[in-house]
């Protein structure tokens, strides 16, 4: 990714889409590229000791792949109104690993975060805490929002620099 490129995990959950409305609304501000990616993890994933643990599971095909990962990543990123140049791709792999690549050269990373404060929004979900661990431009942990109502001054982005 170029330096003038925001870059952010999506999908259908509301942390992804919190992250992805904060992350468009700050690459119009700033006049950057976004470029969302949807990483599907499944049935790459490992267990603690590297095996894989769909082995004996019958994999998806295409079609329920498309129904069930592509089309709601779409959906919720034309919900933003993407500029021209913006981008959302589909990646297979460990999240944190996908997102702190393509970030590599980005001005920033975006994630939704879990309802936590402070830095336990990055350190509660894994693919938060390898991107704090790993990622080499500043990080930003974008919360839902419900909380904002019942603790004010809760709920703002954090952003992790290096």
């Known amino acids: 990714m170029e330096q003038g490129t925001i ?76 500029e021209p140049g913006w981008t959302l791709t589909f990646a297979e792999g460990h999240a944190g690993h996908v997102l702190v690549d393509a970030s590599r050269d980005a001005r920033m990373l975006v994630l939704g975060a879990c309802e936590h404060t402070g830095v336990m929004r990055l350190l509660n979900g894994s693919t938060g805490h390898y991107c704090l661990n790993h990622v080499e431009c500043p990080l930003v942990a974008v919360p839902c929002g419900s909380s904002q109502r019942r603790h004010p001054g809760r709920g703002r982005p954090l952003a992790a620099g290096r």
């Open 7 to 82: 870059v952010v995990g999506v999908d259908d959950s509301r942390q992804a889409r919190a992250a992805l409305a904060w992350a468009a609304a700050q690459a119009r501000s700033t006049g950057c590229a976004l470029h969302g990616i949807h990483v599907l993890e499944w049935p790459r994933a490992n267990d603690l000791y590297g095996y894989s643990v769909g082995a004996d599971q019958v994999l998806p095909d295409a079609a329920d792949l498309e129904s069930c990962y592509r089309v709601p990543s779409q959906e919720v990123f034309a919900e933003v109104d993407p």
